[in-house]
């Protein structure tokens, strides 16, 4: 309803900006505020963009957690946004995110498979959590709930995805790891580390804990009650035993501890393994016979986005999809959404390494010029199809979230 | 309330005399408290009006929703007394909290006192006492980041503590127990927060007169008895303002607790931390009020045992 005053307001305003700027406004820049976690925000993308569409990224950098609370409370204080596919189901219901319109983004239809049906190579991968292609689509532009099948509502364009799996020091440790059960391995004892985010941190225990036996899930990323207190109970048993050196919340923790030797073997995100073997020491992103637990991240847009800004968003989104930032996240460790473009902008041999599991045939460097990994070397876990093949389950928000929150605080209090 | 009092007094002749003068210097002083007040009020009474209200309201995992239920202090509250002897996590959590803050408080009260002591009464030109004043902030010249990382080469299991006692043969495996424990959370709260007991006690005993401990050497006092008798006594409210700070800070503390301790120890502060991640704004809220709560009563009991306002 338009009342006066909120008339007069917006004539003010259409008078003061129309008055005072247009001459600044067709020249200048636009400013898209870039909101994720700070992993995923490359410098270089931000320089690149600036220099191929002449739009100024201004990233703000925030927790995982915290993506989604800005989100939900503070819509209006960016315009694009990074982040997990699995933190929708609570952000769609707020009506704060828009639906992504589909014939607005040139290669929607060359998203990876993976994202887009649960699928690599045409085989199904693992499902429980929220599996990005439960969450993909939305049944209206400003719909506030998922369509189960393809619509042109897209809630998230992906940025980047990965399979996690635990990290080892293999100079520490005798004998191979080969199952999620080797997190709460009395072996380990004192040297073991979770994450301390707890909707993430559960399904890493439910992943060692199914391992060693005892229980099997339903979905480990939506229990019900009594798998949460079975969960919380064994992993309160094994920090009054002492597993854990340590929880951690942030990257640049799970590197330091990892660097650091207090703890060796923990759940790890491929790129902080890179970050720690880049400090020169031995630390590998070791396959499970379980699988991976996945994550990915994308690009959604705030309801409240339009005008030049929006344009700009799909036009910075559109050129993301191009190739050239998809070959720079792969230099990282991360896989991209459109796969064909990065392949045109990668070298062979990077291709062959990152993505065919085939030794390097040069030595292979980082986007930043240092050297990660010398001639021969075959990535950890191999190819695209092997890793992302073995997905398990997918970062999830439960249904009994809260619940799962008090008890995962109960733990920490333990 | 002894100010307003007198000046009450002093008010009353002044009235009889002249009405309009009197409104006016009402006014006046009404004017002068004025700023004070709205920030006061905007900045403090405002958040915590808000802030009991919502810890009364529902709460989905994606909005809030105007309520009057109890439900998150109950929530706060369960199995609280049903489960006894076992301790339920709120009051698992308070009591670390409780531990963390007598030991903190204890020791830096000794490291404060002798501190501040040792500023007051040995050192005796200004510059010099400046000069130590700057070395004892030099905890706060990092981010808690840079701090975070810097005690892992200290105090870690292949850090300088460990390779020096080994080293030297006192101790034949890594001492574990040096980094993400509460001897390390306790440690460096010590580090942190000593100097806000250093500056109060320093000041309280700058207004000593030095013609008192003279005395007292006078009337025959050892060193010991002048410190019991005279010293302590008179840099009693230091101690106390000094102490309201420790406590206060210590109670709220999440971060150093979180990365000392490892995560692995608990505390307030953390818990409503990660209730606000979760958007359980109305859960965060109650817990709040209820930390609030127990600062308050830690501080009326210190406050009971100093008359603040008299020793000031």
Redesign the interface.
Known sequence: MTTRRTFLKGATALGATSLAAPYVHAQEPVTLRYLSTAVNQSPGIAQRAGEELGINIEYIAVTTDDVARRVITQPNSFDLVDTEYFALPNLIPSGNLKGMDASRIDRADQIASVIREGTVDGQQVGTDGTAPFEVLYLDSADGQSFAPEPTDFITLIPTTYNADTLGIRPDLIDGEVSSWSALLDPKFAGKAAILNIPSIGIMDAAMAIEASGGITYGDKGNMTRDEIDFTIDRLIEAKRAGQFRAFWSNFNESVNLMASGEVVIQSMWSPAVTAVRTQGIACKYQPLQEGYRAWASGFGLPRTIDGRKEDAAYEFINWFLSGWAGAHLSRQGYYPAVLETTKEVLEPYEWAYWYEGQPAEQDIMSPSGELLETAGTVRDGGSYADRMGAVACWNAVMDENQYMVRKWNEFIAA | MTDTATSGARATPARARSGRRSLGATAEAFLLALPMWVVFAAFFLLPLAVTVTVSFWEFT???IEPAFIFRNYT?LF?GCVEDLPYLC?TL??YL?TLKFCAAVWLATLVLGFTIAYFLAFHVRTLPVQVTFFLICTIPFWTSI?IRM?AW??LL???GLVNAALQGAGITETPL?WL??SDFAVILALTHLYTLFMVVPIFNSMMRIDRALIEAAADAGASGWQTLTNVVIPLARPGILIGSIFVVTIVMGDFLTIGIMG?????SVG??IQ???????FPLAAANAVLLLVAVMLAISALLRMVDIRREL
């Open positions: 995992q994606y909005s929530d369960d996590t698992k959590t670390s980041v990382i892992i080469p870690g299991r292949n574990e980094l993400y490892g995560q692995q120890i608990a953390k818990t990660t209730q606000i991640q979760y958007l359980q």
